[in-house]
T-cell receptor, first 115, second 108 residues
Framework: DAGITQSPRHKVTETGTPVTLRCHQT?????MYWYRQDPGHGLRLIHY???????DKGEVSDGYSVSRSKTEDFLLTLESATSSQTSVYFC??????????????FGPGTRLTVT | GQSLEQPSEVTAVEGAIVQINCTYQ??????LSWYQQHDGGAPTFLSY????GLEETGRFSSFLSRSDSYGYLLLQELQMKDSASYFC?????????FGKGTRLSVIA
């Protein structure tokens, strides 16, 4: 299994509070991703990173920010959590020599509940 | 833009064969990936087709037709443990975009 962990695994927070989720990898992969998964919506990309300090937005980036100061860590921050951000968050990593990013390894997920 | 179509649910009998179809529209297409996700678990990579035709990995096979923007995942000798959600994802040099997935229920 790819060495990828997420913390915390579960979190309950109140509306309006900031929340930071951490993704840590030991594979030295260049690409890292944050997805959210909600019933009826599948997996949706929030933000991704293609190197240290290099990040870009996905399809559902509003209300989220990310940072990557080291190859192994990718942080997802909810500046002011809302109930609509209650979800399961997955981090994923990938590497490619051909440029084709077809194989991703996923972390175990973080279940976030905003009350 | 990008679009993906998969059936939302499929039910099949243990020991049978099931095919999960995927049609896509995307730019910068390299190939088609498939992922499996059990309830409560994380998605895991199953297979990848870069070329037209059938790729076989044990009980699972995946097919791609680039000209038709179509692919499918074929699961043979279904087992109860195959009950899961299956996602197709067109790949390229940008992050994978997953559809809503197909929930497969295997019944006795």
């Amino acid at each position: 299994d790819a060495g990828i962990t997420q913390s915390p695994r579960h979190k309950v927070t109140e509306t309006g509070t900031p929340v930071t989720l951490r993704c840590h990898q030991t594979e030295n992969h260049r690409y890292m991703y944050w997805y959210r998964q909600d019933p009826g919506h599948g997996l949706r990309l929030i933000h991704y990173s293609y190197g240290v300090k290099d990040t870009d937005k996905g399809e559902v980036s509003d209300g989220y920010s990310v940072s990557r100061s080291k190859t192994e860590d990718f942080l997802l921050t909810l500046e002011s959590a809302t109930s609509s951000q209650t979800s399961v968050y997955f981090c994923a990593i990938s590497e490619s020599t051909s440029g084709d990013l077809y194989e991703q390894y996923f972390g175990p997920g973080t279940r976030l509940t905003v009350t | 833009g990008q679009s993906l179509e998969q059936p939302s649910e499929v039910t099949a009998v243990e020991g049978a064969i099931v095919q999960i179809n995927c049609t896509y529209q995307t730019s910068g297409f390299y190939g088609l990936s498939w992922y499996q996700q059990h309830d409560g678990g994380a998605p895991t990579f199953l297979s990848y087709n870069a070329l037209d035709g059938l790729e076989e990995t044990g009980r699972f096979s995946s097919f791609l037709s680039r000209s038709d923007s179509y692919g499918y995942l074929l699961l043979q000798e279904l087992q109860m443990k195959d009950s899961a959600s299956y996602f197709c994802a067109p790949s390229g040099n940008t992050p994978l975009v997953f559809g809503k997935g197909t929930r497969l229920s295997v019944i006795a």
